[in-house]
């Protein structure tokens, strides 16, 4: 079975830090990959997504993830972080080909400080 | 409207309730998913609809029920839950199965 891990359960940025929260998963077959976020009092909404193709996936609001095959990851990066960018990130799997679930992972608190 | 919606947005109920969840999309899309959110857990996949056939059911308890009645409607049948059933519930949509997924705002629901 597939599973997603998101080691920083809580990030503190001041504005205009770099932020690079970590996705990593657990599969041995081909694999569809997403980040998800959540902003305070609205619903999750795609940030991005990887399906195939060049590996570094841009997303909205200067968003960017990188697929690093060898290393089972996708981190979501973005160079300079806003006070707009407060919210929960959710990375998640599918196994490509026919039906399959998606697993999320736990989610990451990011709080950006003015 | 658009997108996804839920209601009701909050539900308080007891134990020995009856209650339903609605989930609405206006996005023609042809799958919908029921979802837990508990704090601090991953969300989890409860049920799985793909033009109205339930595709999964993830070991859910008995005392969820859902109901697909179209393509654009998904319910979530409620009945003697238990405090630790308390949780955000997401309805989401996507095109067709394991396309990305859109969500609706959930209903945080609270048994006493």
């Known amino acids: 079975a597939q599973s997603v891990s998101q080691h920083n359960h809580h990030v503190i940025l001041s504005e205009a830090a770099s932020l690079e929260l970590g996705c990593n998963y657990s599969?041995?077959?081909?694999?569809?990959l997403f980040w998800y976020v959540q902003y305070p009092g609205q619903h999750l909404q795609l940030l991005l997504k990887?399906?195939?193709?060049?590996?570094l996936v841009k997303g909205i609001k200067g968003f960017e993830a990188e697929f690093i095959k060898s290393k089972f990851s996708f981190n979501l990066r973005k160079p300079s972080v806003q006070w707009s960018d407060t919210a929960e990130y959710f990375c998640?799997?599918?196994?490509?080909?026919?039906?399959?679930?998606?697993?999320f992972g736990t989610g990451t608190k990011l709080q950006v400080i003015p | 409207e658009t997108g996804v919606t839920q209601t009701p947005r909050h539900l308080v109920m007891g134990m020995t309730n009856k209650k339903s969840l609605k989930c609405e999309q206006h996005?023609?899309?042809?799958?919908m998913y029921w979802y837990k959110q508990s704090a601090k857990k991953p969300l989890e996949l409860m049920f799985v609809?793909?033009?109205?056939?339930?595709?999964e059911n993830n070991s859910v308890p008995s005392r969820f029920s859902p109901e697909c009645p179209n393509s654009s409607h998904l319910f979530l049948h409620l009945h003697t839950l238990q405090p630790e059933d308390s949780a955000l519930y997401l309805c989401?949509?996507?095109?067709?199965?394991?396309?990305?997924?859109?969500f609706g705002p959930g209903t945080r629901l609270t048994v006493t």
């Open positions: 599969y041995g077959g081909t694999v569809n």
């Open positions: 998640a799997l599918r196994p490509s080909g026919g039906y399959q679930k998606v697993t």
């Open positions: 996005l023609g899309h042809n799958a």
């Open positions: 989401a949509s996507s095109q067709e199965l394991g396309r990305e997924q859109y």
């Open positions: 990887y399906f195939s193709g060049d590996p």
């Open positions: 609809y793909s033009l109205e056939e339930r595709v």
